[in-house]
Each structure stands twice: as structure tokens, then as C-alpha cells.
């Protein structure tokens, strides 16, 4: 002012005051605050450049002279953003916030660096006073369309710098966009090859990192890459999710952030399955549904959606009919590009209410709250509210020639100012910043006199700025541009219902409030819990990653185990019961025949045959534990302990049955004993050869190669989850012990049905050889049947528990049956034995009869001697089962081939000396006769008739 002629200074002076009388006019009824406007140096700047006396083109800035001789160096800021599209099917143009957002977050940080006001960077602080750059600031809308974004691009690099070119429309110096990857793609090619930065606030495709295609482009927000590390932590350490599916648009946005993803997985988590489809940008029905078929054919619970935000309902409708979406058992997350399809409020259960509630975006934060640079950038943006700064922002906006009836201006509104700076604000501010300092610092490494640089000093200027800006620690990748994740902050917003949602009335309303909450926020690396997260079905807890798996455990199963219990309960309460009965009747003569240890010993070993089948019943189930623990270390004792019953009770009571059998074969080689007793010795000797045999070879297993529980898996499904497994017992070296054991028990079992072949003919008291012949030939029947099979089913479970049950049954109860049953049906028939004596009593009266008849004429000495004879010889011919001591034990004999050979001898020998006799009595007749005739003395008694020496041979005889 001290230079301006006092005219002049009045007439500015009029002007200003007319200006703000205009202004106090028009505000109230825009309906803003009357708030003095902050952007001042913004319309000052462009009246500078614009009444520049001189203004060259160098490098990339343009450097104006004032009047006063000083050279001012402009860097023209092109704000590249949509603002604006007509979305398809929509029935005219809508407004994008993201470009009003980046309007006037640029707008902010130019005056602040114009200013050199560091409320909201420090280092901006005195930037006026040190550089002599000041920034400019021009808004373009991209129309989220890479064509139109190109157009623009290229309109603004061709336009004229000649003679400092059209004032109003300046070349710009750095580019500042775009929000979309696909359009970032598009125009960072041309802006790196004309040599022009270009810094994007949310475009993450980390195709943009090769930089031989983009050389000059960088971000304040970390790639794809980057945004996938914290998808990936979240999913599987925060959800300890391993199998994830990704529905993402078919273009540069889209793919990145699959592969970033699926990159992440590999590195971060390579348990991670991770499977992808994607869809057209302007996707059809039919697209939609064939990417929802192949997310529900995968079967996954979580999925992820990189889309944008018209194609969020379409693909969430669809989601809901094919039933992967809203069912409280799906969980959804998608990236930030479908915020503004976040409407918040939905039709109660509705497709979309039901999907959309407890879905979840992720997004990169705008600063922390509570920080001093983010209080102070709200604070900012607060104070933009006013009319002036409206004003000179709606005059910036993008006109539309084509829709001559849009309103630009009407999207700025009081509630656009509550959104603090909205999503994309903070990070367009830390780019402009980061484009002013780094502009500064070019311009005065580059010197000359000049506030000049060029595009690649620039942003490798803006590669090595440090701030603390907005959005958190500003730190930039050298490599490829990108900001460091590790300065970079994300939220998760959970999508949740309004719980305080009434109607007019007070009543649940019929649509209903979706909010936003932050239960997570990322920051250094980790996850930090804020607040509850809420999934689909309103509960924090998390879904599965995938449906039950069907798991065949092949367990025994309760039902088939209490069957074998029970078998076991009736073998073990049979065998008891005929010990008992064996001990209460000990005194019965046929018992005794049997000998009552002997039938101990066999009760004894079926038992333990018997008690097999509990801990064969033992399983994983059983003990409700499947890690191999404790009940895994009681399931590996039982499986040990079933060889031990086993083998110790067949050969204790089938070693019994051998020792009876041939003990019975040997005396029978000697045909004079009438009575064969087998005593306890003769029974233990076999025994304790068979049990030492047995106990030494198990004990040697148990010792050196143990069986062992363990759980073994058949079959996997398609995700590597088991469908089919079974337990068993194992050892590794088994097989030799387990043929020692087979060989000595069936060599026992053959050798016993040897012996039993060989008494076949032996017919002994209560037919006891006959039915231990029919035990041990069922027996070894059994035992060929059932080893093969055994074999055969080994590694089914549950037949196998099936038929060891079985065959064990089958052996105890046929053993039992067979020699018990009959000693109590010959025990309980008391008329047996009188039968018996009155058999033996009818003989003897019988052969007494026929000999004192045959005698009738004999002389009474002869008589009498004869009579004693026969006496004699039935007594000791034929009472076989009388004689000896009533409490001796042991089986008589009754009948074998020898003695029915020496019956037929002593028959023949009886018949001979029948006919002796007759013959010898009919010469005493003969010689009676004559004598009497010639003594004439008949009543004379015939012994004295007959002589001393007569007498003599016929009693010899």
C-alpha cells in the first residue's frame, strides 16, 4: 500500500467495502455463517498471476513479475477428482463427495502454504517467508471415467505457455488424483511422460508401482499391497479365518486388490485358501449371479468385496437369493470404494437389510482423533463454512455443458462441513502439503535466481518429505511412491443396526437405521479392539470359515458297545455262576467224577476270555478325548491288556481240556484199570507250561513294542479337513509276537483235538469225552473262520470290535454249554443213579438165579462152592462203578474197544467152561445112576456117593 497512488488505494478501498456489503447481503440466503473467509490468499494469488506484468514458463512452474520487480513462482495445482457421474440406470447426474471433499481439503492446504500457517503441519510454519512459490489451485472432473479423466488430461497438458499462455487457465505443474485406480492408471501414464507428479489420496492398484509406466506417480496411501497386509491379519488372527473368497471388479482396481490379497496371504498367512472372481465394472444380472454361484460352490463363510459402490446392491441382493449373504452365518467385508452405497437406512428385513447388517469396510483413517494435526484440520475445515469461502470454491467447480440444470454448488451443504473432511479430505491436505514443501525445497536446490523446478526434481522432493500430516506420519516408499504402511492407519467399520431407531410413534419403524461403528483400528503393525464388532446374526461371535466338516470318527458306537458289555456281562456272570455251582454241588458224584478244580479252572479262563471284551470296547469316544492325552494313554493300557485276557484265558481252559483228554488217552493203554482218575497235577503240569509260554512272550511285547492307541486319518475332503478316521491299536514290531502266541494257543487247541479224535471210542461216565470233543471241535472251527477274518477287518473298527466280540461269545459259551450243561442235567435227574443200582442189582439176581438153577441137581458141597464161585464172578466182573472209596475224584470208564475185546474172551472162556461143567455134572449123574443100581441105595446123598478126588477137579476147574 505504501506504493500505491492514494487514488488508487480509494478506489480498492470502495471496492472492498462494496464487496462486503454485497456479500452480507446474498449470505443469509445461502444460508451460511457470516464467519470471515479464510481462503483469502487464494483469490489474491490469482489476481496476482493474472495482473502480472510478465509471466514465463519454467520447468514446470510459471514465474510471474509484479509490479514492484519481485518474480513470484506459481505451481498450479490440477485437482483431478469425480465429482460428479451419471450412474448406469439413474436417471440423471449425481454429485460424488469425494470430489467436494478434495476441492476443499486442496483448497486449505494452498492457503495455508500461501500463508505459511502451520496450525495443522509445523513445518508449514514461515513457509511464505522462506520460498517464494506460491499455489494455485484448479478442480476437473474425472467422472470416475478413464476416458473423460484422459480428455482432461491431455486438454490441460496442450495448453498454451507461450508469452505465459492464457492467464485464467494456466498449465498445471503437479496433478493431485484420481480416487479410482483405473482412471490413476490411465493418466499417470501421460502425466509421467510429460514429466508432471501425480499424487492420488486413495488409488491402491499396485499396478501403479511399476514405474517404468508410471515414473512420477506416488500416493499418501499405501497400495494394495499394503491394504492387504491388514485384510489378511484381520481375517486370520483377529478371526482365525483360513479360507477366504474375494469378489472384485474386472479392472485395474480390482485385480490388484485380489492379487494383493492373495500375495498377502502367501507371505502372512500360508494356511490361508484364498479364491477370487470377479465382475464386469458395469456388471449384468448375469454376472452377478455367476459370481455368486462360485463364491457359494467354494463353501467359504468370509468373503471379501474390491467392487464399486453401484455395483454393492446388485451384488448383495443376489448374494442374499442364492443364500451367502445375510443367513447369520456369512460375514462380509469390502474395501472403501462402496462407501457411498452405505445409504444407512433400509427397508426392515429387506434383502439388503439382512445382508448389509454386520457387514464391515475397511478403510485407510484420516488421522487419528485426539491428535493435534487432525483437531486442528477439523478445526480448519469448520471454519470454511462461511459464504465467502463457498463462494470462491463453487466458482472453481466444473461446469457441465451437457446438463446445463446440474447444481455443482448445491452438494455443499452444512451437513458436508459435519463430515469433518469426509473419507478423502485429510489426504488430499497431506498431498498438497507434501507438493508445497517439496515444491519449495526443489525450487531452492534448483537456485538461478528463479522459483523454478522440474517434474522429476519435484516429486523426488516429495519422495523424501517427512511430516507429521492429517492422515498420521507422512512417509513416502522411495521405491515406488506409495506411502509406508507402517504410517498408515485403518479402520474397520462395522455396519450395525440403530438400536435407538423409533418412529414418530415411538414403535419399531419399518425401515431401518444402519450406523457405522469402529470396533478395530490399525495402527503400527496390530490390530487394537475399540469396541464390540457385530456379525451378521447380531452376536460377536464369529462364524466358522466353513461348514461343519462330517466327520466318520468310526467309533465303536454306544449301541454296539453295550452289546459287547452285555456279552461280556454273560460270559463273566456264566462263569461265576457255574463255579458257584460246581463248588455248592462238590460233593455230587458227578462232580467229582469231573473233579471240581478242573471245572474251576475252566470257569476261570473263560472269565478272562470274557472280561476281553471291556477293553476292547475302549475308544477315543469312550474316554470323550481324541488328543492323545490321558485318555488316549487309558485307551493304549486297554489295548495291551486285550492279548493278556485273551490269551491267558485260552490257555487256561483249553490247556484244562488238553491235560483231561490226554490223561484219559494214556491210562486207557493199560485195559485192566477199570477206574482212570485224573488229579489236580495232572491237570497244572500242561497248564503252567501254557501260561508260562504265554506269559513270557507277552510280557516281552508289553516291554519292547507296546500296543499303542492311535487315531489314523482315511480320508480328507477338498479343504484338507479329516471326513473319515479311525483309531486302533498299533505296534510297530507285532507280528512276531502275535504268531509266537497264535502258534503256542492253536497249537494247544490242535493237540487237544487230537487227543479228543483218539478217545472218539472212549465211552466214559456221563459221556464226558463226547462233549468236550464237540466243545474243542467248535472251537476249532471257530478259530479258522475267525482269524482270517480278524485280518480282514482290521482297520474297520467296528467290525472288527463286532467280531472279536463274537468270536469270543462263541467260544466261552459254547465251552460252558457243553461241559456244564450236561453235568446239570444228569445232577438234576435224581432217578438216575437208582436206575442204575437197580440195573446192576437185576444182574446180579439174574446170573445168581441161572447158576444155583443149573446147580439144582448137584450135590449140595458142589452146589454151595459153585454157587460162590458165580458169586464171586459177578462181583468182580461187573460191579465197575461201585468199588473204591466214595470221596475219590475222577471219571470211571465205562467202555473203550479193548475192554469189549476182553468182554468177547472172558465170554468165550465162560461158554467152555459151561459145557465142562455140564458135561462133568452128567458123568456124576452117569456114575450116580450106576451105583445106585448096584447098591440099590437110592436115598443116599450124592456128595457121599461121589469121591474126595472128583470133588477136588470140579472146584479146580
Not at 483360513?242 to 492379487?259: P, Q
Not at 492407519?489 to 414403535?507: C, H, I, K, Y
Not at 464388532?533 to 467309533?555: H, I, K, R
Not at 494214556?666 to 488229579?679: A, D, G, L
Request: glycine share 8%; hydrophobic share 40%.
Amino acid at each position: 500500500l505504501n506504493n500505491t497512488p492514494l487514488p488508487t488505494f480509494l478506489i480498492l478501498l470502495v471496492s472492498l467495502l462494496s464487496q462486503s456489503f454485497a456479500s452480507s447481503e446474498t449470505a443469509p440466503q445461502q444460508g451460511k455463517s457470516q464467519a470471515e473467509a479464510v481462503l483469502t490468499s487464494l483469490p489474491e494469488h490469482d489476481n496476482i498471476r493474472r495482473n502480472a506484468t510478465d509471466v514465463a514458463r519454467v520447468g514446470n512452474v510459471d514465474v510471474a513479475t509484479t509490479a514492484d520487480g519481485r518474480k513470484v513462482g506459481f505451481c498450479h495445482l490440477a485437482v483431478m477428482m469425480p465429482f460428479s457421474q451419471i450412474p448406469p440406470g439413474a436417471p440423471g447426474r449425481v454429485p460424488l463427495p469425494h470430489g467436494y471433499e478434495s476441492a476443499f481439503a486442496a483448497s486449505l492446504a494452498a492457503h495455508h502454504l500461501n500463508t505459511g500457517d502451520g496450525v495443522v503441519v509445523p513445518e508449514v510454519k514461515g513457509l511464505d517467508g522462506r520460498c517464494d512459490v506460491r499455489f494455485t489451485v484448479e478442480l476437473f472432473d474425472t467422472e470416475l471415467s478413464q476416458s473423460r479423466a484422459v480428455e482432461e488430461t491431455i486438454g490441460l497438458l496442450g495448453r498454451d505457455v507461450r508469452g505465459g499462455g492464457d492467464r485464467d487457465r494456466p498449465r498445471p505443474s503437479a496433478f493431485l488424483g484420481n480416487t479410482r485406480s483405473a482412471v490413476s492408471l490411465a493418466t499417470s501414464v501421460i502425466t509421467g511422460l510429460a514429466g508432471y507428479p501425480q499424487l492420488s489420496p486413495i488409488s491402491v492398484s499396485s499396478q501403479l508401482d511399476d514405474k517404468s509406466q508410471h515414473p512420477l506417480f506416488g500416493r499418501v496411501i499405501p497400495s494394495s499391497d499394503g491394504h492387504a497386509f491388514p485384510i489378511v491379519k484381520f481375517f486370520r488372527e483377529e478371526l482365525n479365518v483360513r479360507h477366504l473368497g474375494i469378489v472384485h471388479n474386472n479392472d485395474g482396481y480390482g485385480n490388484a486388490y485380489a492379487r494383493a490379497v492373495l500375495k498377502a496371504a502367501q507371505e502372512h498367512a500360508p494356511d490361508m485358501t484364498v479364491k477370487f472372481i470377479d465382475i464386469p465394472v458395469n456388471a449384468a444380472p448375469e454376472d452377478y449371479e455367476g459370481a455368486v454361484r462360485f463364491l457359494k460352490s467354494t463353501q467359504f463363510r468370509h468373503f471379501f468385496g474390491a467392487v464399486l459402490y453401484f455395483n454393492y446392491e446388485p451384488l448383495m441382493e443376489e448374494a442374499y437369493r442364492q443364500g451367502v449373504a445375510g443367513t447369520g452365518v456369512h460375514n462380509w467385508m469390502f474395501s472403501t470404494s462402496i462407501e457411498r452405497a452405505m445409504r444407512g437406512r433400509y427397508e426392515r428385513d429387506s434383502p439388503l437389510h439382512l445382508a448389509t447388517r454386520g457387514a464391515s469396510m475397511i478403510n485407510v483413517m484420516g488421522g487419528k482423533p485426539g491428535t493435534p494435526a487432525k483437531d486442528a484440520f477439523e478445526l480448519s475445515w469448520a471454519e470454511l463454512n462461511n459464504a465467502r469461502d463457498v463462494e470462491y470454491v463453487a466458482s472453481k467447480l466444473p461446469r457441465h455443458e451437457d446438463d446445463p440444470d446440474y447444481d455443482s454448488a448445491a452438494f455443499v451443504g452444512d451437513a458436508f462441513f459435519d463430515a469433518k473432511g469426509g473419507t478423502v479430505g485429510p489426504f488430499v491436505y497431506d498431498i498438497a502439503v507434501s507438493l508445497g514443501l517439496a515444491a519449495c525445497a526443489a525450487a531452492e536446490e534448483n537456485g538461478g535466481g528463479e522459483p523454478s523446478f522440474d517434474g522429476p526434481s519435484h516429486f523426488q522432493k516429495v519422495l523424501e518429505t517427512r511430516f507429521n500430516g492429517v492422515t498420521g506420519r507422512i512417509v513416502f516408499e522411495e521405491g515406488t511412491g506409495n506411502r509406508d504402511p507402517t504410517s498408515a492407519l485403518f479402520v474397520l467399520l462395522n455396519m450395525v443396526e440403530d438400536p435407538n431407531a423409533t418412529d414418530s410413534d415411538g414403535n419399531n419403524p419399518t425401515l431401518v437405521d444402519i450406523v457405522q461403528t469402529r470396533p478395530y483400528i490399525f495402527e503400527d503393525g496390530q490390530w487394537a479392539n475399540m469396541a464390540p464388532f457385530l456379525f451378521n446374526d447380531g452376536t460377536g461371535m464369529v462364524p466358522p470359515d466353513l461348514p461343519e466338516a462330517s466327520v466318520d470318527w468310526n467309533y465303536i458306537g454306544g449301541a454296539l458297545r453295550a452289546v459287547g458289555l452285555a456279552l461280556s456281562s454273560a460270559i463273566m456272570a456264566l462263569s461265576v455262576g457255574f463255579s458257584a455251582w460246581t463248588e455248592y454241588n462238590r460233593s455230587s458224584h458227578v462232580v467229582r467224577a469231573s473233579q471240581p478244580i478242573f471245572l474251576h479252572i475252566i470257569c476261570f479262563g473263560v472269565f478272562l476270555m470274557g472280561a476281553t471284551i471291556v477293553p476292547l470296547s475302549f475308544d477315543d469316544e469312550a474316554t470323550s478325548a481324541r488328543d492323545c492325552s490321558i485318555a488316549c494313554k487309558g485307551c493304549s493300557i486297554a489295548c495291551m491288556s486285550v492279548p493278556w485276557l485273551l490269551c491267558i484265558g485260552f490257555a487256561t481252559a483249553f490247556s484244562a481240556l488238553l491235560s483231561k483228554t490226554w490223561r484219559t488217552n494214556k491210562i486207557f493203554h493199560n485195559p485192566r484199570m477199570r477206574r482212570i482218575k485224573v488229579t489236580p497235577l495232572d491237570v497244572m503240569i500242561p497248564l503252567f507250561a501254557s501260561l508260562a509260554v504265554n506269559a513270557l512272550v507277552l510280557s516281552l511285547w508289553t516291554s519292547l513294542s507296546p500296543l499303542q492307541w492311535k487315531r489314523e486319518v482315511v480320508d480328507v475332503d477338498e479343504f484338507d479337513r479329516v471326513i473319515n478316521s479311525h483309531g486302533s491299536c498299533k505296534s510297530v514290531f507285532y507280528l512276531p509276537y502275535v504268531i509266537v502266541l497264535v502258534v503256542v494257543n492253536i497249537g494247544v487247541l490242535m493237540f487237544a483235538v487230537h487227543q479228543a479224535y483218539i478217545a472218539r471210542s472212549i465211552s466214559t461216565e456221563f459221556a464226558e469225552s463226547e462233549y468236550i470233543a464237540k466243545a474243542l471241535a467248535v472251537t476249532m472251527l471257530v478259530c479258522l473262520i475267525a482269524i482270517p477274518v480278524m485280518i480282514i477287518v482290521t482297520d474297520e473298527p467296528r467290525a472288527y470290535f463286532f467280531v472279536m466280540t463274537s468270536i469270543i461269545t462263541v467260544l466261552c459259551v459254547s465251552l460252558l454249554l457243553f461241559i456244564f450243561v450236561p453235568k446239570v442235567v444228569f445232577h438234576r435227574d435224581k432217578n438216575r443213579d437208582k436206575g442204575q443200582s437197580a440195573v446192576r442189582g437185576f444182574v446180579k439176581r439174574t446170573f445168581t438165579r441161572e447158576i444155583n438153577a443149573s446147580m439144582a441137581s448137584v450135590e449140595s458141597g458142589v452146589v454151595k462152592r459153585t454157587s460162590m464161585e458165580a458169586k464171586s464172578m459177578a462181583s468182580s466182573e461187573f460191579d465197575v462203578t461201585t468199588s473204591g472209596d466214595k470221596d475219590s475224584e475222577g471219571m470211571i470208564v465205562l467202555d473203550h474197544p479193548k475192554m469189549r475185546e476182553s468182554v468177547m474172551v472172558e465170554n468165550v472162556e465162560l461158554r467152555r467152561r459151561v459145557a465142562e461143567l455140564e458135561s462133568l455134572l452128567e458123568a456124576v449123574r452117569q456114575k450116580s445112576a450106576c451105583q445106585d443100581r448096584a447098591e440099590g441105595n437110592r436115598n443116599e446123598p450124592i456128595a457121599t456117593r461121589v469121591g474126595n478126588s472128583d470133588l477136588e477137579n470140579f472146584a479146580s476147574n
